[in-house]
């Protein structure tokens, strides 16, 4: 579905919200009047790109030197570096640009590389969920209704055991107001 972000991490805490905001801003900034936000904003794409370029050849170089990584292991962190540098290129390109006085006209004709530099760059910002936990609730024993049925899904990568209390308790929280009761240990 169009506009709509799937397969994110997201673990209730705000971040990806926060992220999806940012990009909605970003996308904003290109349809609008050329401005020095949008060079503070390449500045930091440029900034967050050598960093994740940096971790992404460690990684490469790591499973470069293990015998038992596959070739398509291999080949993907490579598409991955190169990616990261495209994308470090146009944002390098883009800031030259933007640091001088542009016209209304010559910011127009870059609004659909800008466009799809900024959804390139948002999709190396984003991280994929691996898995996703679900939370189910039923009746005590079962004994009318064999099934559970699922109230919470979080899509995530990695989490702690403090993130799924804190989820397990929000639950909690909404079946006290809706004078349900629980049974189990909660933590």
Request: charged share 35%.
């Amino acid at each position: 579905m169009r506009g709509t972000w799937n397969g994110d991490v997201n673990l209730l805490d705000g971040t990806f919200e926060d992220l999806r905001e940012d990009y909605d801003r970003r996308r904003a900034l290109a349809d609008a009047s050329p401005s020095t936000e949008l060079a503070n904003e390449f500045k930091k794409d440029i900034a967050f790109l050598n960093n994740k370029l940096q971790e992404t050849v460690k990684t490469y170089q790591k499973k470069f030197g293990t015998e038992s990584t596959s070739k398509a292991t291999l080949k993907e962190l490579n598409w991955e570096i190169v990616e990261i540098v495209d994308l470090l290129e146009k944002a390098r390109d883009f800031l030259d640009t933007y640091n001088k006085d542009i016209s209304e006209e010559v910011h127009n004709g870059l609004n659909g590389d800008l466009k799809s530099y900024i959804r390139d760059l948002f999709m190396k910002r984003r991280e994929r969920a691996t898995h996703v936990l679900v939370f189910m609730v039923s009746e005590e024993r079962r004994a009318r209704k064999p099934y559970a049925q699922p109230v919470l899904y979080i899509p995530y990568r990695g989490m702690t055991t403090a993130h799924i209390r804190r989820l397990a308790n929000l639950i909690k929280i909404e079946m006290d107001k809706l004078n349900m009761k629980y049974a189990g240990e909660w933590y």
